[in-house]
């Protein structure tokens, strides 16, 4: 059986339920043995006072005629037995009854007092009887004084009424948890329904933000953020898939074109030419799915492992590998070193220098350096430059500025997207900086220390 209720205002209302039932039902238990003792201590100091009255009267042989009561009310019963158990003398209401009790004190113990419940009292009920024997003598009389327990202690009424109070105070604690919890609530059952109603065709929509800065309002203003997040990256996803396929189409569309034409007329086909131009297509199109492939990896550690690399010797190495028709000045320090996988810092740079030897006018300058806590390497060339209202522009996925010029010269226009992505996955930045000729790309690494 699940005793422990699924919603967290039910549990919170069962916690503050039971709590309050066992604190109240303490201080119920403590009131029922507080009134107890009181009460008791009361009818004992009554019916003590009354038997020394009477007992005191008894010695100084004052008492004559019946007993009178000590109160107007005649509640409490004496009585005046003699050693064989006749009643001598007693308050109108305890005449005609035997002796209160059957304790008969001995000369030690003269005073006594107890509770007798054996049905001697009014109506059957429980009676605090002091009993006095008058005097040490072997005859000597008893005087029992005697007063019924009040009603309320016997039936176990005052026990009732507590247990009621306790149950009625305990349902109150509950439903006003219950009520408070609710109220608590209310926002996060509104902003659950909404989540759920969210689906990624409607990103658009929002949860409802309750004013104020409690933790309710800032799990909505952080789903709300989310949700801001998620709607960006679906956007971009999409753009980049439509971006992606307008760029595929493109080299299909001419490979179709050229293979449909051979087919139909094979007689005027140039047969080396077609198979070149096909080749070439291929090529493109070879090359824009390894670049996609490389910037859905960047980042996932799968394209190597990591290890400490000599930015300037790296540099220098891709310098020697490449031959370049235009004049390429180094200013390298050496022992810049970074952590990094190699491949992917080569192809950083290799992306880089392709850009530079494409756009430059002659000279192309690679520099890198130590710079604070950082290593910084510059590729600088002195071509058209581009514009600064671009220079953010041109990281994104197939932007391309001068589009025939950069596809027609092999650019898949993912180059700096994957530079890019590559600087931030190891921790550092590429950005383009002001200069004076040309354009001037600054990457930033963090140094491991040597
Ligand atoms: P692409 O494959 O077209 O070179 P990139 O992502 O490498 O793609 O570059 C994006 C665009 O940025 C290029 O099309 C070009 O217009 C511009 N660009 C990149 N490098 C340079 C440079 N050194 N000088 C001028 N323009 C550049």
């Known amino acids: 059986m699940r005793l422990r209720p699924r919603s967290i205002r039910a549990r919170d209302t069962l916690i503050a339920a039971v709590l309050a039932a066992l604190v109240f039902g303490g201080i119920a238990v403590g009131v029922d043995l507080a009134v107890r003792a009181a009460v008791g201590a009361r009818l ?95 005859d000597s009389v008893v005087v029992y004084a005697g007063k019924p327990m009040p009603a309320i202690l016997v039936t176990g ?68 953020a989310t949700l801001d997040r998620l709607e960006g990256a679906v956007a971009r996803q999409r753009q980049f898939a439509s971006d992606a396929s307008h760029e595929l189409r493109t080299p299909i569309a001419g490979l179709r074109a050229n293979l449909e034409d051979a087919s139909m007329h094979p007689e005027d086909t140039d047969l080396e030419r077609t198979v070149h131009s096909a080749l070439r297509d291929t090529d493109r199109l070879e090359s824009i799915v390894t670049d996609l492939l490389l910037l859905a990896r960047i980042g996932t550690g799968s394209t190597g492992a990591e290890e400490d690399i000599d930015l300037g010797a790296l540099a220098e190495a891709e310098i020697q590998r490449r031959t370049s028709r235009l004049a390429i000045d180094t200013r390298l320090s050496e022992g810049v070193l970074v952590r990094g996988v190699r491949m992917q810092l080569v192809r950083l740079l290799g992306n880089l220098l392709d850009n530079a030897e494409r756009y430059a006018g002659g000279k192309v300058e690679i520099a890198v350096s130590q710079n604070g806590t950082g290593a910084r390497l510059t590729v600088t060339d002195d071509g058209t430059g581009i514009p600064e209202a671009d220079r953010e522009r041109v990281f994104q996925r197939f932007t391309r500025l001068d589009s025939a010029r950069s596809r027609g010269a092999g650019g898949t226009g993912l ?27 600054a990457l930033t690494l963090p140094t491991t220390p040597p």
């Open 44 to 138: 004992l100091e009554d019916t003590q006072l009354a038997a020394r009255r009477v007992s005191a009267n008894v010695r100084d042989g004052s008492l004559r005629g019946p007993v009178i009561p000590d109160d107007s009310r005649g509640r409490i019963l004496i009585q005046v037995v003699g050693p064989g158990g006749e009643v001598l003398g007693a308050t109108p209401a305890a005449a005609g009854r035997p002796p209160l009790s059957t304790l008969w004190p001995s000369r030690d113990k003269r005073i006594q007092d107890l509770v007798e419940c054996d049905g001697r009292g009014p109506g059957g009920r429980c009676m605090a009887v002091e009993v006095i024997r008058t005097t040490t003598a072997p």
């Open 415 to 441: 180059g700096l997207a994957i530079a890019r992505e590559i600087a931030h996955a190891h921790g550092g930045t590429l950005t383009i900086e002001d200069h004076p000729q040309g354009a001037r790309f």
């Open 157 to 224: 009424l005052l026990e009732a009424l507590l247990a009621v109070t306790v149950l009625l105070l305990s349902a109150l604690v509950a439903w006003i948890t219950w009520q408070i919890v609710g109220r608590t609530l209310r926002p996060v059952e509104q902003i659950r329904a909404q989540l759920a109603e969210i689906s990624a065709s409607d990103l658009s929509r929002r949860v409802p933000e309750p004013p104020g800065e409690d933790e309710i309002a800032q799990l909505a203003r952080t789903a709300n």
